[in-house]
C-alpha cells in the first residue's frame, strides 16, 4: 500500500513564526504536491515537485517555498506565517504517466494566530 | 481556466438506496480522472482512477463512467451504506501535474 505521511495532524503556531511541515512517501513517486483546502475554495495548488531539487509553483506560492532533498521527502516552509495561512495542508505523491494514481497524506490542520 | 462542477453539492438517501454523484469539467483534454473520498477533517482517499482513453472502471460497489467528449463523469454507489457518508470529489488531471478538483457531494447515507 502506498503510504504518505505528513509531520503533524495539528499545528498551532504564532503570526511571524517560520514553519515547516513535512511528508514522507514510501513508494519513490517521483512528483509531489503540496496543497491547501479552505471551505468554498476547495483544493488549491501550492507548489509541486518532480525530481529532487526541482519545483514549479502551482496556483497559490506566494508566502510559502519548498525543498526537496530526498526524492522521498517534500517539505513545505511557511516563511514568516500569518493568519490568512491558517488552513489544511494537504500533501500528495504520484508516479508519472496517466495510468497512475495521485495519493495523499491525512493532511495538516495549522492555525496561525 | 478548466472548471470542474460537481451535483449535487449534497445528498441524503436511505441505506440501500443506488445513487449516481456528477462531474462536468469544462476542458475535455485530460490525461486521466480521479475520484476520491474525504472524510471529516481527513485526507483524500483515492476510489477509482478512469485514463482519457476509457470509458469505465469498477471497484467492488463503485462504478465510475467517464464520457470525455462531452466533459462529463459520473460516479455510481451501489446498495448505499451508512460507512459510505463522506465527501466525494472528482478530479481531472490535465498533464502529469495539473489536477483540479470540484467542491465535491458530500454525501449521508441514513441507516
Known amino acids: 500500500d502506498v503510504k504518505v505521511t505528513q509531520s503533524s495532524r495539528y499545528l498551532v503556531k504564532r503570526t511571524g513564526e517560520k514553519v515547516f511541515l513535512e511528508c514522507v512517501q514510501d513508494m519513490d513517486h517521483e512528483n509531489m504536491f503540496w496543497y491547501r483546502q479552505d471551505p468554498g475554495l476547495g483544493l488549491r495548488l501550492i507548489y509541486f515537485?518532480?525530481?529532487?531539487?526541482?519545483?514549479e509553483k502551482g496556483d497559490i506560492p506566494e508566502g510559502y517555498s519548498v525543498s526537496r532533498e530526498k526524492k522521498e521527502r517534500f517539505s513545505l516552509i511557511l516563511e514568516s506565517a500569518s493568519t490568512n495561512q491558517t488552513s489544511m495542508y494537504l500533501c500528495?505523491?504520484?508516479?508519472?504517466?496517466?495510468?497512475?494514481?495521485?495519493?495523499f497524506g491525512p493532511g495538516t490542520r495549522l492555525t496561525v494566530t | 481556466k478548466q472548471e470542474v462542477t460537481q451535483i449535487p453539492a449534497a445528498l441524503s438517501v436511505p441505506e440501500g438506496e443506488n445513487l449516481v454523484l456528477n462531474c462536468s469539467f469544462t476542458?475535455?483534454?485530460?490525461?486521466?480522472l480521479q475520484w476520491f473520498r474525504q472524510d471529516p477533517g481527513k485526507g483524500l482517499t483515492s476510489l477509482l482512477l478512469?485514463?482519457?482513453?476509457?470509458r469505465e472502471q469498477t471497484s467492488g460497489r463503485l462504478n465510475a463512467s467517464l464520457d470525455k467528449s462531452s466533459g462529463r463523469s459520473t460516479l455510481y454507489i451501489a446498495a448505499s451504506q451508512p460507512g459510505d457518508s463522506a465527501t466525494y470529489l472528482c478530479?481531472?488531471?490535465?498533464?502529469?501535474?495539473?489536477?483540479?478538483f470540484g467542491a465535491g457531494t458530500r454525501l449521508t447515507v441514513k441507516p
Open positions: 500528495a505523491s504520484r508516479a508519472p504517466g496517466a495510468a497512475y494514481e495521485q495519493y
Open positions: 476542458d475535455s483534454a485530460i490525461y486521466n
Open positions: 478530479a481531472p488531471c490535465y498533464n502529469n501535474n495539473d489536477m483540479r
Open positions: 515537485s518532480y525530481d529532487v531539487k526541482m519545483k
Open positions: 478512469i485514463q482519457s482513453s476509457q
